[in-house]
């Protein structure tokens, strides 16, 4: 009967060894031209359909976190959300960096204060014509041919 004396390891073996030892688990740096960046990459840019958009100012007028404005575009060419103090409806094109809303259809509650007031504005930008969008770290500006703008939040997945 034969029995294994301790043996060299091979190569094969050697190769295994240093391979177990490189792979698995979670990176806690992502490499950067400067060296370790953060453990997570930057999130990415929302998409302007199909998200929910928290007005933060309109003309500029800082809309009220209690009354707050929110819209989508959805994919199929419509906008609805409300308008802080009344909800809307309005078909939406997107043609590369533009995008046209309306003629809205809105509920008809008064809306005083400062509510009222972005109200009102947001109703006249979504009129004004053809809009230039962009979208930079989740924020989208909407800027009117006469230069009115509009800065919104993507919803985050919880909300």
Do not use: K, Y
Request: with cysteine; aromatic share 4%; hydrophobic share 40%.
């Amino acid at each position: 009967m034969r029995t294994l004396r301790h043996l060299a390891p091979g190569p094969a073996l050697l190769a295994a060894l240093a391979l177990t030892g490189c792979g698995g688990g979670t990176p806690t740096a992502a490499l950067t031209p400067d060296g370790p960046g953060p453990s997570r990459p930057p999130a990415a840019d929302a998409p302007l359909t199909a998200t929910t958009w928290t007005v933060a100012t309109v003309a500029g007028a800082t809309a009220p976190e209690d009354r707050a404005a929110r819209f989508t575009l959805t994919p199929e060419g419509r906008a609805s959300g409300t308008l802080g103090c009344n909800r809307f409806s309005a078909p939406a094109t997107v043609t590369g960096p533009t995008v046209t809303v309306g003629p809205l259809t809105t509920t008809r509650m008064a809306c005083e204060g400062r509510a009222g007031e972005v109200e009102r504005a947001l109703t006249s930008l979504f009129g004004s014509g053809p809009l230039t969008w962009r979208i930079q770290d989740r924020t989208l500006t909407l800027t009117a041919p006469d230069g009115t703008t509009l800065t919104a939040g993507a919803a985050s997945a919880a909300e």
